[in-house]
């Protein structure tokens, strides 16, 4: 089975979608083709731009993602399966990774745990978020542009791989 037929019954469906409560409002913009599409450059594209965002800590990745793809004319299945490498399971560690790699390009020292106030007041989170922003965004958008053009290259690769072996094959019988 090609990737490109694995992808079509793994995703979900436009009716689905759809019907969904949170999205009805926007069913008539799910019509667009180009949302749809499962071509070798539109899964490599939503991808990329999928595993981008996915670093962004930002809470409202998926208010983003429906306009994001309808502007760009990006696979949403795609873009959003993509968008959910990062999940609550893989917050802590996707943002830790880019908050160290913000550290590294700020030159700036770790924050102790001990100097972190940890309460779960707004006032807490505000002071926490004054001393970790800078690194964390730098971060966060150093590892998202390289996760997006990573997430292209390999998917890209490994589809025009899947397609040369496959015409080679093709070539190769009497």
């Known amino acids: 089975m090609s990737l490109r037929r694995h992808l079509e ?11 969904s409560r949170w999205l ?3 069913a008539h913009l799910l019509h667009e083709p180009r949302l749809w599409h499962f071509g070798r450059r539109s899964v490599a594209r939503s991808a990329g731009y999928g595993f981008a965002l996915a670093f962004f800590p930002i809470p409202i990745h998926m208010l983003l993602v429906f306009p994001l793809a309808w502007l760009r004319r990006l696979n949403l299945p795609v873009v959003v399966g993509a968008l959910w490498i990062t999940n609550p399971v893989t917050w802590v560690p996707f943002f ?7 550290l590294l390009l700020t030159g700036e020292a770790a924050q102790p745990a001990d100097a972190l106030p940890l309460a779960a007041d707004w006032a807490s989170i505000r002071a926490v978020l004054d001393q970790i922003w800078l690194p964390l965004c730098l971060g966060s958008l150093i590892c998202g542009v390289v996760a997006g053009l990573l997430g292209y290259a390999v998917i890209d690769g490994l589809w025009r791989l899947s397609i040369m072996r496959r015409w080679r094959a093709r070539h190769a019988r009497p």
């Open 96 to 102: 830790y990774f880019a908050y160290r790699v913000g």
């Open 9 to 19: 019954k793994r995703l979900p469906q436009r009716e689905a979608l759809s019907n």
């Open 24 to 26: 009805r409002r926007f």
